[in-house]
């Protein structure tokens, strides 16, 4: 609209999308939106392809790149089967086969486990040290992207620039400004300017008060109380494709007021489980039972009211072309009437986001909308895949308040995540997946994150059930 934007020296009004597309590679904050072949080989070598690369040289390059982010192996496999953290690896992948002059990456580690967050920013780091590359770089996780900065630019909820330059000069002339302003910081650098951890700050309550009823005083979210049993997985085996299974043998059983993390590597099976718990998805073999009946026979609304499931990508979950229309739809007059007070605290009041389309959101006011689609009908299990995806320090605070509320009701909470801080703040006990086993089972305290670098576990020769109730 205004302003003046160059690449390599020339006006990038003047470039048309070949020149651009043969200098800058993209990772979108949506990867599925980015892949276009069938297969996993395929999609790497269709940008080599419309770039004239030489088949050889593209046979040589397409393997050693899907090696480089964890997906050698799984050249044939089919693009949209993967995982959303291998789907990322590869929509990488395809950004980092023709080796660009300028890499943008839209919050690349939101959908890794930490053995590929660790690995990303490893490949960075290299690929920084060579000087052969320009990275811009968006992401929340900012204990690991800081380091790797020359540049840091920090931009307030409303899009103007709050400051720029090396990481030294920004944490000292505008820290406290960026984090009144929602922006993730450092945790060092945190509790610098607040003297304390500021998420567990957020949900722990008014000092003195050891936070909300139930709460364990270190500020995590939800109650100790429980109560009946609300759904239970007996020996449920799944498989997308003949041969390849990706839930084996499950069982486990959840109760009112619980607080769950499923964690594990990229396509380890967390949101088929979480999917299959609500009867989104049929197992082959085995059941599931919600409230005692199987979800998969329930009707619509009845289903709606036992059970929301947030998807990992939020655009597949939206119906309407507004805001207001998505929040509302097939809701009673009372729930009706709750949505301005929730979108107010989701950040998204009605005044200015209800007119919206839910397709031009960003991808945190989408993933805070298919919340509220979920949350506003009150179930009594919430399964939520990624729900801190692209959040800012606020909406990940306001998250952990309404979530604490709905805990209090006696709702179930099973979360498929990868970031270890939701796990710390929420979980009491996380279910540890792995290659569609259930690799460990327990109490928050006895977790011990994938360590940075380390090898993901191996199977388990037969599946460990540790059933609950």
């Given amino acids: 609209m205004s302003g003046q934007l160059s690449l390599d020296g020339r006006e990038i009004r003047e470039l048309g999308p070949v020149a651009i597309a043969a200098r800058v590679g993209l990772v979108l904050q949506d990867p599925s939106a980015q892949l276009v072949m069938e297969r996993v080989e395929d999609d790497v070598a269709f940008g080599l392809e419309n770039r004239a690369w030489a088949p050889a040289a593209m046979r040589d390059r397409v393997p050693d790149v899907l090696a480089g982010v964890g997906l050698g192996g799984l050249e044939r496999r089919r693009s949209r089967r993967l995982s959303g953290g291998q789907q990322q690896r590869l929509a990488l992948a395809g950004a980092l086969a023709p080796r660009p002059g300028l890499l943008i990456l839209d919050e690349p580690t939101a959908n890794l486990d930490p053995v590929g967050t660790a690995a990303l920013m490893s490949a960075l780091t290299e690929l920084h040290r060579s000087r052969t590359t320009t990275i811009v770089l968006i992401e929340h996780r900012v204990d690991q992207a800081w380091p790797l900065a020359d540049m840091i630019l920090a931009l307030d909820a409303d899009g103007r620039q709050l400051d720029a330059g090396s990481p030294a000069e920004v944490a000292a002339r505008s820290g406290a400004r960026m984090a009144a302003a929602g922006t993730w910081l450092p945790t060092a650098l945190e509790r610098e300017l607040t003297g304390s951890n500021p998420w567990r700050a957020s949900v722990a309550g008014p000092a003195g008060t050891g936070g909300s009823a139930g709460s364990d005083g270190t500020g995590r979210t939800g109650t100790s109380t429980r109560g009946a049993e609300v759904v ?107 949505v301005p007070e929730l979108m107010s605290r989701l950040a998204m009041p009605l005044d200015r986001f209800g007119e919206r389309s839910p397709y031009r959101l960003s991808g945190g006011e989408q993933r805070r909308l298919s919340l509220a689609c979920i949350l506003i009908r009150r179930p009594r ?56 086993w259930v690799f460990s089972d327990g109490p928050v305290n006895q977790w011990a994150p994938a360590v940075s670098g380390a090898p993901a576990p191996a199977a388990p020769a037969v599946p460990v059930e540790r059933p609950r109730s």
């Fill in 232 to 338: 239970r997985a007996t020996e449920v085996r799944f498989a997308f494709e003949l041969g390849r299974p990706v839930i084996r043998d499950i069982s486990l059983s959840a109760v009112e007021g619980e607080r769950i993390a499923l964690v594990g590597a990229n396509g380890s099976g967390k949101s088929t489980l979480g999917r299959l718990l609500v009867g989104l998805l049929r197992p082959d073999r085995g059941t599931v039972a919600l409230e005692g009946t199987d979800p998969a026979r329930l009707g619509a609304a009845d289903l709606a009211r036992r059970a929301g499931y947030v998807f990992q990508d939020p655009e597949r979950q939206f119906l309407a072309e507004r805001v207001a229309d998505e929040v509302t739809l097939g809701l009673t007059p009372a729930e009706v009437a709750r």
């Fill in 381 to 436: 299990v919430l399964v939520l895949d990624e729900p801190t995806f692209g959040q800012d320090r606020n909406g990940y605070a306001s998250l952990l308040e309404i979530l604490r509320e709905h805990l209090e009701e006696g709702a179930c909470l099973i979360a498929a995540t990868h970031d270890e801080r939701f796990v710390r703040d929420v979980a009491e006990r996380v279910i540890e997946l792995d290659d569609g």
